[in-house]
């Protein structure tokens, strides 16, 4: 079955950085997009951004746009997000998912992992 595991929250200061990584099975790793969803305290999922299969071809949601970079090794079957310059409104619970396909002005996903928490505070 399908398991994507994140790994990497902790608690960060304003301005530091941090990486989250997310471990793929149970499918084909490299045949489908993947994406990173967030979601803060008391509010809804924000889609954070989005990869290719291949990894060539990425896109970020506005608010996270120049501070953090998606990236992925299909060798390993591991998705990755690298954080920088992270602000307190980035405190959430992030998730790994397949997919993401934008329909419509939705996003849709597959399978999701157990979230791993990040919080930006001083």
């Known amino acids: 079955q399908v398991q994507l595991v994140e790994s990497g929250g902790g608690l960060v200061q304003p301005g530091g950085s941090l990486g989250l990584s997310c471990a793929a099975s149970?499918?084909?790793?490299?045949?489908?997009?993947m994406s990173w969803v967030r979601q803060a305290p008391g509010k809804g999922l924000e889609w954070v951004s989005i990869?290719?299969?291949?990894?060539?071809?990425?896109d970020y949601a506005d608010s996270v746009k120049g501070r953090f970079t998606i990236s992925r090794d299909n060798a390993k079957n591991t998705l990755y997000l690298q954080m920088n310059s992270l602000k307190p409104e980035d405190t959430a619970v992030y998730y790994c998912?397949?997919?993401?396909?934008?329909?419509?002005?939705?996003?849709?996903?597959?399978?999701w992992g157990q979230g791993t928490q990040v919080t930006v505070s001083s």
């Open positions: 998912a397949t997919q993401g396909t934008l329909l419509a002005g939705t996003r849709h996903f597959g399978s």
């Open positions: 149970g499918f084909t790793f490299s045949s489908y997009a």
């Open positions: 990869i290719d299969s291949g990894g060539d071809n990425t």
